[in-house]
């Protein structure tokens, strides 16, 4: 079964202890994302990778990190988290396919089921 | 300047009628527009993707674009009490080559029986 599998799917923590959560995905796509959703701001892109060690800061990277060391796996790393990281967490992926003028389509998005964190 | 715009609503309609969705974006070279349907506590899932000017079908689902004046509606016809969720606009624009897209923050949809 094509899926984005996210965990944990509910953290609580507490202030500056590391945590990561990981995402995988087995649809071999090329582009990955994290973002968090917060009650009326909607999705707001924390950072996104359109391949192996490629990847790039979205709207709001601080204090996150990311890496993509292989293609299937986009771990998200909290290295001090604080309690405005409280959120829902989600990772996706896509084909980066190939569109107009040659750029790379990226929107049809598949959604992981998403990370509740908690930070006291 | 937000770059995608959708009412918060709630929009509430009676089970069965037709419910229209709008949403507008300010980059005016987007290229690919996307509708996601998103349940309480649930991930959004793709529901429909246009790229052209006009309409698109899918069963009880159309996608309508006009890039000129940068609107892309989605229209839910024979609405069901299972329709009840935010509707995400999502729009691609265009960043050092790739596209990445941007999310509009949803309009909320109730059809009551």
């Known amino acids: 079964e ?9 953290l609580i923590t507490v202030t500056g202890k590391k945590l990561t959560v990981t995402c995988s995905q087995n649809m071999n796509h090329e582009y990955m994302s994290w973002y968090r959703q917060d009650p009326g701001l909607g999705l707001r892109q924390i950072y996104y990778s359109m391949n192996v060690e490629v990847t790039d800061k979205g709207d709001v990277p601080e204090g996150y990190k990311v890496s993509r060391k292989e293609k299937r796996n986009f771990p998200l790393i909290l290295e001090s988290p604080s309690p405005n990281q409280t959120s829902l967490y989600f990772c996706a992926s896509s084909l980066a396919q190939s569109g107009l003028a040659g750029a790379l389509n ?15 | 300047q937000k770059e995608v715009e959708q009412n918060s609503g709630p ?5 069965g009628a037709i419910a229209s969705l709008n949403c507008t974006y300010s980059d005016r070279g987007s290229q690919s527009f996307f509708w996601y349907r998103q349940y309480s506590g649930k ?5 429909m993707s246009i790229y052209s000017n006009g309409d698109k079908e899918d069963g009880r689902f159309t996608a309508q674009l006009n890039k000129a004046s940068q609107y ?6 024979d609405s069901q009490p299972s329709d009840s969720a935010t509707y995400l606009c999502a729009v691609n ?15 909320s949809l109730i059809v009551h029986p």
């Open chain 2, 72 to 77: 892309v509606s989605l229209l839910i016809r």
């Open chain 2, 11 to 15: 929009l509430s309609v009676p089970e």
């Open chain 1, 106 to 120: 990226t929107g049809e998005l598949f959604f992981g089921e998403g990370s509740r964190l908690t930070v006291l």
């Open chain 2, 43 to 47: 991930s959004p899932e793709l529901i």
């Open chain 1, 2 to 10: 094509a899926q984005v599998t996210q965990n944990p799917r509910y």
């Open chain 2, 93 to 107: 624009r265009g960043t050092g080559g790739s596209y990445i897209p941007t999310f509009g923050r949803g309009t």
